[in-house]
């Protein structure tokens, strides 16, 4: 994954994306990047792997593609299309018509540069906000990464960060902890800088509760 979600949203270097590149070039391997997170505009560009400059061969896609009906798909360079002949990757459900036409409303909405940059500003407005609260909350919160709208707060203690997801889902928020102690946000691309501002001041007010006035 060009950004690991479950992993806690952890971002690499371009650098490191870029050698793994090179190896892969040196030694004649494919390069695969997982982008089901990462893909379809989640960071502000429609594949992750755009911001840090390194191509794999091959990108899997699935959850935003079709906007909530089930699809899946594996997303090849000419050249390794090469190697495959109708029938070699089957599956039960493949090329459904249904979901089919829905991943191309979904494509047709987010491969727009409008769309995109909307998700760019508010994902860093989002951002801004998260890193004012690791400055009001320093001795709580010890790092913000992510880009766009994939974002991930790490807590100095995994007890804070999982009764934080707790409270927040009390009260109408739904977030999730991930690799222990990471807050990740991954809300709807149509998320808007209002919406941000609102849940920021009821996770503020979760922190509060909780790490302040020392867990419930
Ligand atoms: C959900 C998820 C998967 C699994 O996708 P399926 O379509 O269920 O196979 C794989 N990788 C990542 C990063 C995911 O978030």
Redesign the pocket.
């Known amino acids: 994954?060009p950004i690991q979600?479950?992993g806690g949203v952890r971002t690499p270097l371009a650098e490191y994306l870029r050698q793994v590149r090179a190896l892969c070039d040196k030694y004649d391997a494919l390069l695969i990047f997982?982008?089901?997170?990462?893909g379809m505009g989640r960071t502000g560009s429609f594949y992750a792997y755009e911001m840090y400059g390194a191509a794999p061969d091959i990108v899997?896609l699935?959850?935003g593609l079709a906007g909530g009906v089930?699809i899946?798909a594996f997303v090849v360079t000419e050249k390794v299309a090469a190697a495959f002949h109708a029938g070699d990757h089957g599956s039960t459900f493949g090329g459904n018509p249904l979901a089919c036409a829905a991943a191309n409303v979904v494509l047709d909405t987010i491969a727009d540069e409008d769309f995109l940059s909307t998700v760019k500003s508010v994902g860093a407005h989002f951002k801004q906000a998260l890193m004012d609260l690791q400055e009001k909350f320093a001795e709580h919160i010890t790092e913000v990464r992510g880009a766009g709208l994939i974002l991930g707060m790490e807590m100095k203690q995994s007890k804070d960060a999982a009764a934080i997801a707790r409270l927040m889902l009390e009260r109408g928020v739904i977030i999730n902890c991930t690799a222990g102690n990471v807050l990740r946000f991954i809300p709807p691309l149509i998320f808007t800088k209002n919406e941000v501002d609102e849940l920021i001041g009821i996770l503020e007010r979760c922190i509060l509760d909780i790490c302040e006035q020392g867990g419930l």
């Open positions: 994954e979600g479950e997982d982008e089901i997170q990462t899997t699935a959850k089930p899946g």
